[in-house]
């Protein structure tokens, strides 16, 4: 009962101040102005991220949960706000922003000691160890995941729904495991993702989001992603086994290892704007953004079913390890020539899945 309490609390606060911050940030300058590669016609309000997050951070130390580990993540998860906001409303460099990555980033893996030593048996040869390079492979993983996150908060919905879904999944995990301290964390986290998606999802009374989550919010979502990710699958027992929590991720992890490998490719800087991410292929192959936004969707809640199944049924770890890698490779391949992941889409647009009459704006 205590985890709906906090679910419902986290969700009324979230979703009454988001109208009275997005009308301080109407008045401070702080939002996302149309024009160049963003398709919104107005200025929407970038305040989602500065209502959630620290919600959750107050909810958090209200609730007595945290632990010595776990103020290290609040204190990461608020540096990023800080300069997520600051970019949000002056345009911070990108090395600015990525040396700041890594110092979140090393302040819950080092100072947090979200790190595992194995990452189970992943090839059916026993358990794959990864010793001295467990730190380096976290400050990794979790840099990779701020990013990846980040860079797919480009459709009204799309992020909060990424969040709320693989969240939900991991919260399922620890139920299963009878993990009742991050549970009611991750429970208060979704509350506040529900209350930022009245707002931001499009629905028949609301043709466009009224509010983004912004870069401050996209950011310290992604760094949450990466501690319960990282937290729930390390130690001996753990919550979830690795390659779970991998397809519970999986859109996000192979849509920037596509686009890296594509940009270096040609010749670009891995982290270059562009408009050639998943959800890209989807609008320009004619889906509305409300049904770009639910395929996402779908897809996300499929590779988290995968990753959950496999530990409720108990399949042996490289049963999911071969596919989840097959799909990177593919994924890696089509991202290599968007022409064919537009062409895919487009065909499955003509079988029926665009619904006639639908809004093709961005």
């Not at 089509?334 to 093709?360: E, N």
């Given at each position: ?177 009878s993990s009742f301290a991050p549970l009611l964390l991750l429970m208060i986290l979704c509350g506040g993702l529900c209350g930022f998606l009245v707002y931001n999802l499009r629905a028949p ?7 983004f989550m912004g870069d401050s919010g996209s950011l310290a979502l992604g760094l949450s992603l990466a501690w319960f990710s990282i937290t729930l699958a390390k130690g001996d027992d753990p919550v979830i086994a690795p390659i ?119």
């Open positions: 009962m205590d985890f709906l309490v906090y679910f419902l609390i986290a969700f009324a606060l979230s979703a009454a101040l988001i109208p009275l911050f997005a009308a301080v940030a109407r008045k401070i300058g702080l939002l996302d102005q149309p024009g160049g590669r963003k398709k919104h016609g107005v200025a929407v309000p970038l305040v989602g991220g500065l209502v959630i997050f620290p919600l959750f951070i107050a909810m958090a130390l209200w609730s007595g949960i945290p632990s010595q580990n776990e103020y290290y993540f609040l204190a990461a998860m608020a540096l990023l706000l800080v300069i997520g906001a600051l970019d949000d409303r002056f345009q911070i460099a990108a090395k600015v922003k990525f040396v700041v990555q890594i110092t979140a980033a090393a302040l819950i893996c080092i100072g947090g000691h979200a790190y595992f030593f194995s990452l189970g048996d992943l090839f059916g040869f026993g358990p794959f160890g990864l010793n001295l390079m467990a730190i380096p492979f976290a400050l990794t993983a979790a840099v990779l995941l701020v990013n990846a996150v980040n860079l797919m908060d480009g459709l009204d919905g799309l992020s909060g729904g990424l969040g709320l879904i693989s969240l939900g999944w991991l919260a399922l995990a620890c139920v299963l495991a009374w609301r043709k466009k989001a009224s509010v779970a929590v991998a397809w519970i991720l999986a859109l996000p992890i192979w849509d920037i290892c596509g686009q890296f490998a594509r940009r270096v490719s040609r010749g670009r800087h891995p982290f270059a704007p562009d408009l050639h991410h998943f959800h890209h292929h989807l609008i320009a192959a004619g889906f509305s953004v409300g049904k770009a936004t639910m395929i996402l969707w779908s897809f996300f809640f499929v590779s988290g079913l995968i990753g959950i199944g496999g530990i409720v049924l108990d399949v042996p770890e490289f049963w999911l390890t071969y596919p989840w890698i097959a799909g990177l490779f593919i994924h890696i391949y089509l991202s290599l020539r968007p022409h064919r992941f537009r062409r895919a889409f487009l065909w499955l647009r003509q079988s029926g899945m665009q619904p006639k009459g639908t809004d093709h704006n961005e």
